[in-house]
């Protein structure tokens, strides 16, 4: 009985010490728009008469690096875009500091013909943890369901083998990294393609300056003030902006 008891407590401490756990990191994030299904919600008549002139998805990459302080999120290596296409990708451009420790964020936002920055607290999300588990970028990921602004559901992946509390864009606040998001809403995922835990350099990590200065508050009200008579397509043009 002892010997197996010791077996058990050797093969247990292995299996702990065999965890590694990671602080800095660099995170490629592979964010997909859903084009064509995007576009039929937002307006399915103009869809049905021009569906051809619009792709089945849009695929750009970003970079996340940082540690259990702060990260910075921004645009990554280069696609190239189909120039018949006429889609145009919105946000894709946002440069996004979280400072965890302060729990503030700085995001630089170019929005139409105007650059904003924003200085403002962490976004807020309700999080639900679930039981429901799946596999991203080699690491064991757990599923929680968010609410944002009341209104916009986004499902999250995130590891706790990561520790650092952040992921793509604004999203944070998970026991863990978030490799994986879904926003239903803007038929838009960001899905995690490669993470470095090894010489990482935080020397990038630190926000934009240039911009217009103001908070998220004010951001949203003078986009919506813009695009207020766009009807549905305006409000999903405003959803981008958000997160």
Not at 32 to 40: A, D, N
Not at 43 to 62: A, G, L, N
Not at 96 to 119: G, H, M, S
Not at 190 to 200: C, S
């Amino acid at each position: 009985m002892k010997k197996i008891f010791l077996l058990l407590s050797i093969l247990v401490a292995k299996g702990v010490f065999a965890q590694t756990f990671h602080n800095a990191i660099k995170v490629e994030f592979e964010k997909t728009v859903y084009v064509r299904q995007l576009i039929k919600d937002r307006d399915p008549e103009w869809f049905e008469r021009f569906k051809d002139r619009w792709p089945e998805t849009f695929v750009s990459y970003f970079d996340f690096i940082g540690d259990s302080t702060a990260s910075v999120y921004k645009t990554g290596r280069e696609v190239e875009v189909d120039a018949r296409s006429w889609y145009q990708p919105v946000g894709d451009k946002n440069i996004t500091y979280n400072n965890y420790a302060a729990k503030r964020t700085i995001t630089q936002k170019p929005v139409f013909e105007e650059t904003f920055l924003v200085d403002d607290s962490l976004l807020k999300i309700k999080w639900k943890l679930t039981a429901d588990t799946r596999v991203i970028a080699g690491y064991e990921c757990r599923k929680a369901v968010g609410i944002v602004d009341d209104s916009i559901a986004v499902f999250a992946f995130y590891t706790d083998e990561i520790l650092v509390n952040g992921g793509p864009e604004t999203i944070h606040g998970l026991p863990g990294m978030i490799l994986g998001v879904g926003v239903p809403r803007l038929h838009t995922t960001w899905f995690a393609t490669k993470v470095e835990v090894n010489g990482i350099n935080l020397a990038a990590v630190k926000p934009a300056t240039k911009g217009k200065k103001t908070t998220r508050k004010a951001m949203l009200q003078s986009i919506h003030d813009a695009i207020k008579n766009w009807g549905t397509y305006g409000r999903s043009m405003y959803l981008n902006f958000v997160i």
